[in-house]
Structures are given as structure tokens and as C-alpha cells.
């Protein structure tokens, strides 16, 4: 287990000093997140009593959910006062006498950098911040090396990103552009992904790097992850009011299961995530300890290219063309010399418009 090598943002930890990520998804702004993640992790995570690492799980707003749901789920962030706040929680609604509110088995400090735990000691890592607050990309192909480290032959990874264009659809959607300041951060977001806030409104949010999501892609397949799989969490209708009626939320939830995997319209979700695979449970897992063998066979053949056409900074950025000299992939044969242009960013967003224009 690799030891972080720097400490977490001081601007990231006093945003969350503030407290207010505890009781954030019951927020109507937040409630289609919540509402959409808890479906992907019904579909996707295996059956209980399996056990989940939640890294960067916050105070347990997803933890203790699935604790209940019959999970053995060991709650990591590196923020104490999400771990107070948790640990209170757990607290509060443990009985001893009543073993009907399940909590998580343990809480504790740490970061995905370095989670603590065994390799091949967790059926599923779910990674739903760390990814975003990680704003070097070194650090984040750590935490992921991290995740592949500590899953067991057939278990998943469900890591978490934020659309490179969260905040230009955040700004359009409530106004946020009349303030010159949010037009700045914006600018810096849309350029590079590095995402500042300088002033003291938190409802800019904090210190983060935003993902294109074809750099997303690379980091989950430079990180051991092979072919990754991503698909919006709350789409193009993260800014809707709560669903009025059972049948309206049903309406929404089927809607956006059709759609949430075209490419067309992925950065138009605040939150894009890493699918396990085409098919949810109970179908069989794609990622084998077999295929971990074999990606790290890959992964060594990548890791040499990446730094021929993309220098140090490889997933950070997207070149003209990407060469893909001797990067072997599933299902396919070495390959030499291929050239192939980079996915024009406004790509991921084409979809959106009731008209596109050649």
C-alpha cells in the first residue's frame, strides 16, 4: 500500500468543515443524484452480503444505505469531521438489543490514495469523490491502482467523475453567469478541467478537476481497468425538480436508463460513472483476476507509449491524434503505428440539442 504522496487540499477540507455534504442529497438540487445512484448501485453492485470499500464515501450517505440493505460496507474518507458525523450516526441508530439497523462495520479515516485494506480483500470499491478531488493525475491513477489492488478475483470497481462541463450547465441553469467571478472559474474549467474557487460562495464548490470524459476513459484504462464502460448518472436532466408522482418517477428512471450510455450526451451530466460492465448483476462479472493478469501485461505496453505522444501529463490533456503503437487492448491483436484522431470534445455533448450541424 503506496503512501499518499501529498496531503489533501487545505481548501477541500475546510469546504467540507462547513458540513454540509451530511445532509447534501436530500437537497432538492441533489435529489435526482441520489435517486439515480441508488439505481446503478441496485444494478450493478453484486448481491449481498458482499462487501463494499466505500472511499471518499463522506459521512455515509451511501454506507449506511447499503449496510442496511444486508452489504458488509467499511466507510474510508479523509475528512475527520465526516467521520465524527458518521460515527454519530451510527451511534444513533445501533441498538444492541436490535440487529435491524445494520451499520457500517467500520469507520475510518484514509484515502484512496492508500486504502486501507488487504489486496483482494473487497467484492466492490465504490470511489464516488476521490476522483475529482484528486486534482493531479498521478494521484488519481494511484487511487485507482488502489481500488484494482483490493478487489477480489470478479469484484468491480464504481468510481465517479465530474463532467468538464458541469459548470458551464450549472451557470446556465440558475443564473450563475451574472456573476463575473463564476464566469472566471468557468472559463478555467472549461480550458483545463481545474476547477478554483477563490471566492467564499461554497456554492461554487471547491478545489477539483472536472473530466472530459474521454479523459476519464484513459485514466480508468491506464489505472488497470480494461475497456471501461461509462454512462451518465443524472443525464441531461440533472436540474429538474423532484418527480411529482410515482409514475413521473418512473418515466424518468426509465428514460434516462435508455439513454444513460450514449457517448452523445455524456458530458451533459453533472456526474458521469464508471460502469462494471455491459450487463448489471446477475450476470457474470467481466472483470476477472484473470483479466487483471492480463491488463497489467497491457497497461506496461501503454504506460510506454503514453509518454511518446502525450508527455508527463498524459491524461490531462487531448492531443491531435493519439498514437496507439503497440497498446494491446480486449480483444484485438498488437497493432503498429495506428493512427487515429482524438474525439472532438464537443462530442460528448452533441446530443443535447434538438439540432446538430455538421
Known amino acids: 500500500m503506496p503512501a499518499p504522496s501529498r496531503p489533501l487540499d487545505p481548501a477541500i477540507l475546510r469546504f467540507y468543515d462547513y458540513g454540509l455534504e451530511a445532509g447534501r442529497l436530500e437537497s432538492p438540487l441533489f435529489a435526482w443524484e441520489k435517486l439515480r445512484t441508488f439505481d446503478l448501485l441496485s444494478r450493478f453492485l453484486p448481491p449481498p452480503p458482499a462487501s463494499i ?12 444505505a447499503l449496510a442496511e440493505r444486508g452489504y458488509a460496507v467499511d466507510l474510508i474518507d479523509p475528512v475527520p469531521l465526516h467521520i465524527e458525523q458518521a460515527k454519530q450516526q451510527a451511534a444513533a441508530v445501533s441498538n444492541p438489543e436490535d440487529d435491524r439497523r445494520p451499520v457500517p462495520r467500520t469507520i475510518q479515516l ?16 465504490m470511489l464516488f469523490g476521490p476522483l475529482y478531488h484528486l486534482t493531479e493525475a498521478s494521484d488519481r491513477l494511484q487511487a485507482i491502482r488502489e481500488a484494482r489492488r483490493v478487489l477480489r478475483a470478479g469484484g468491480v470497481l464504481m468510481a465517479v467523475a465530474i463532467s468538464r462541463f458541469a459548470s458551464a450547465i450549472d451557470g446556465i441553469s440558475r443564473g450563475l453567469l451574472r456573476d463575473p467571478e463564476f464566469r472566471r472559474i468557468l472559463a478555467q474549467d472549461l480550458e483545463s478541467g481545474q476547477h478554483r474557487n477563490p471566492t467564499a460562495n461554497p456554492d461554487y464548490f471547491t478545489t477539483a478537476f472536472f473530466h ?3 479523459q476519464f476513459r484513459l485514466e480508468l484504462a491506464e489505472g488497470g481497468f480494461a ?3 461509462l454512462c451518465a448518472i443524472e443525464g441531461p436532466v440533472w436540474m429538474i425538480s423532484e418527480p411529482a408522482t410515482p409514475e413521473h418517477h418512473e418515466a424518468l428512471l426509465s428514460s434516462m436508463r435508455k439513454i444513460e450510455r450514449e457517448p452523445t450526451l455524456l458530458g451533459a451530466s453533472a456526474h458521469i460513472w464508471r460502469s462494471p460492465g455491459s450487463m448489471p448483476y446477475p450476470c457474470k462479472p467481466l472483470i476477472m483476476r484473470a483479466d487483471f493478469q492480463i491488463v497489467t501485461l497491457r497497461h506496461a505496453r501503454f504506460e510506454r507509449a503514453i509518454p511518446k505522444f502525450m508527455g508527463r501529463s498524459a491524461v490531462e490533456r487531448s492531443p491531435p491524434q493519439i498514437s496507439l503503437r503497440n497498446c494491446l487492448f480486449p480483444h484485438t491483436i498488437p497493432v503498429d503505428d495506428i493512427l487515429v484522431p482524438a474525439p472532438d470534445p464537443a462530442s460528448v455533448l ?9
Do not use: K, N, Q, W
Open 53 to 64: 470499500l466505500d472511499v471518499g464515501g463522506g459521512a455515509g450517505a451511501y454506507a449506511f
Open 110 to 125: 484514509g484515502d484512496a490514495r492508500a486504502i486501507p485494506a488487504p489486496d483482494e480483500s473487497a467484492d466492490a470499491v
Open 212 to 214: 472530459h470524459p474521454d
Open 227 to 229: 475497456s471501461p464502460a
Open 350 to 358: 452533441s446530443g443535447i440539442g434538438p439540432h446538430t450541424r455538421a
